[in-house]
């Protein structure tokens, strides 16, 4: 098979972490990559230019400055998978964006998307690793010397072959790697060192580990053990406040700066208990090191040597309306927990062109207990006796809260933008009312808030109604009506208002928002519940790793919902 591989710099979102159950093993498959390249654009208008890498495995792959264009002449938003019949051959392109980088992969023949795409997302990590976050299309430039080695181990001859990061750095030359480093602080380093030979090629070490995912002789001051457990909010509520759908996609983010080989263990719990758990954890996925008949053992226990440094350790999704599904659990959709509840209401004001959005922020106490707040110490802590420490599980902290209300595109702009608290800013281009409440309102005492907006349509109609030289073709002039006293007069105008009123909150009507979403981030609490018990080092089972030595470990909570809830009206 052929399969090319293309980036290039463009403006839009990017994938937060690495996902998929596919180790080393899993990605080796009997086709095979072909090509890979880095071009550039200019960011919104996406005016092409020329690639600014290229690296070829095998074949003769479509050239990215061909396959480019094809693919910016769709229309946004592009799919990941986009197919051109009317190439020769016939192709298909994958796509991942990151960090202003479009990264486009393209087979000629058949091929399983989520190996391109795994494939893709380990090209985007490895890069950040060796050249550093952000990933810029100027470092890759200046890098092109490092850029080329990962790409040539990453895969051979066409076929993947090694994509982890610390086995990488085993086979990879880096200039001036130490250089680089001593410079940041001020200091120079001799051309006749040792360390900065680079005349010398890199040999593995004798003592390389058969664990590709860490490297080797792995020395640190201080040890310490990170778990940060990150959900992300997906809910969709009827009008009436009723869940329709509630989903928390989470993964557990784990730092280990441990010296020598250490074995670990990282147990979880549920609300429900730790024999459940398995119940509630839906499609989890891991890193290789995991060792997988632990966990089908004893669900709920993450057994693992860990690469040095941060990665992700597993992924999962939890339903929060496990009733909905028939599925067993403590959560239900009637005690779903939401750091804020939405209400909207529409055709308000004697015109019926008035909205309002109630927000009301919940005082929410996480499930995480604080009984292990004496194992772990970081997020755990308190600033003192008796007053937990805001962020931690026994303190959740609400923060960077945005109300997000798109509007109808007949809406030309709002005449009046009234937030109880807060700033409210409304973007006539995009059409999007945002309403933006500071952290300190959120921990203060007042837990509702309100904005109220008046919405204003096309001029067409307002031109009908008015006309300047006093005459219009819809109205009857007619002079042989009898004449009226003024209060008959007085009478019939309450009539005429409320036909006139009636007709305007029927114009109004399509005016009005037809959904409004919350973003927010709730650090020390998290939406399913669930919650690290411990982080255990095996000492028989560990190597080098000293006697005496016990490592910091500490966890973190966070949630996070990036327009996730969303009212609809």
Known sequence: MKLPCFASAHAGPAPSYLTGRVGDEHLEAPNKLQAVAVAKMNGVIEAPRSPI????????????????????????????????????????????????????????????????????????????DFIGAPLLAV?????????????????????????????L???????????????SINLKTPLGSNFSNTNTPALPAPNTPALPWRRANVRHTSNEMYADVIETLSVTLAPSGRPLAAFANGSIAFTAKVTGVPDITLTLSSPSGKHNIGGIM???????????????????????????????????????????SGKSGSLSANNLKLPVNLEMKTGLGPAGSEFEVRLQVNKILGSQSSSGSSQFGRGIGSGRVGSPHPGSPASPLLEELT?????????????????SRGDASFNPGERVLEWHVPTKELSGPTTH?????????????????FDPSGFAFNNDYSYNEPYQSATAKTESKPDNSNEQDAKKVAQNKILMPSSVSASFTVKGWLASGL?????????????????????????????VSKGGVELRC
């Open 53 to 128: 890498l290229s690296h070829t495995y095998t074949g003769r792959p479509l050239s990215g400055t061909h396959v480019l264009p094809l693919y910016l002449e769709h229309p946004t938003p592009r799919p990941n998978l986009i197919y051109l019949p009317n190439t020769s051959p016939a192709t298909l392109v994958f796509s991942l964006t990151h960090a202003n980088l479009l990264f486009l992969a393209t087979s000629s023949t058949e091929i399983e998307p989520l190996l391109v795409l795994e494939f893709l997302h380990r090209v985007i990590d490895t890069f950040e």
């Open 531 to 559: 919650k690290v018990d411990s982080i255990l080092i095996d000492t028989r089972k560990s190597r080098g790793l000293g006697e005496g030595i016990k490592p910091y470990k500490g966890v973190k909570y966070l949630t």
């Open 282 to 324: 839906e499609l989890p996925v891991f890193h290789p090191c995991v060792r997988l008949n632990r966990w089908k053992e004893r669900p709920g226990e993450l057994s693992f040597i860990p690469p040095d440094g941060r990665f992700i350790l597993a992924g999962y999704e939890v339903d929060l309306l496990p009733f909905t």
């Open 139 to 167: 470092k890759i430039e200046n890098n092109y010397d490092v850029v080329a080695q990962l790409l040539t181990e990453m895969c051979d001859a066409g076929t993947i072959s090694t994509t982890e990061p610390n086995a």
């Open 169 to 183: 750095r085993e086979n990879v030359e880096i200039e001036g790697w130490m250089g680089k480093l001593l410079g």
């Open 449 to 465: 808030f309100g904005l109220r907006c008046t919405v204003v349509g096309s001029l067409v109609d307002e031109a009908n109604e």
């Open 403 to 419: 109300i997000t209300i798109p509007l109808p595109e007949d809406v030309r702009n709002l005449s009046d933008i009234r937030p």
